[in-house]
């Protein structure tokens, strides 16, 4: 069970590390097209990478837990996918 949750929590660590750095240059690229101001735009591209990362955490909590049933992973998911923002 211990090995089993240390792999899980290393999992989420790596996700989340990755799902910052890759998509930082991303968004800083989308602001600058969006006409964000440059000194402004660092500020920015974090923020929408943590917002990400809160939410593989929150579902890796859930996890953990043995809270996680397909309905919440289905809610959580749809957050990404075409029904985003409706």
Not at 49 to 71: E, F, K, N, Y
């Amino acid at each position: 069970m211990a090995k089993e949750r240390f792999t899980r929590s290393t999992v989420t660590v790596v996700m989340a590390a990755l799902a910052y750095v890759l998509s930082f240059s991303n968004i800083w690229a989308l602001t600058l097209r969006l006409g964000v101001p440059r000194p402004i735009t660092p500020l920015i591209a974090p923020m929408v990478d943590l917002s990400v990362v809160g939410r593989l955490i929150a579902l890796h909590l859930l996890a953990l837990r043995g809270d996680v049933t397909r309905r919440s992973c289905c809610t959580i998911g749809q957050c990404y996918g075409k029904r985003c923002g409706r």
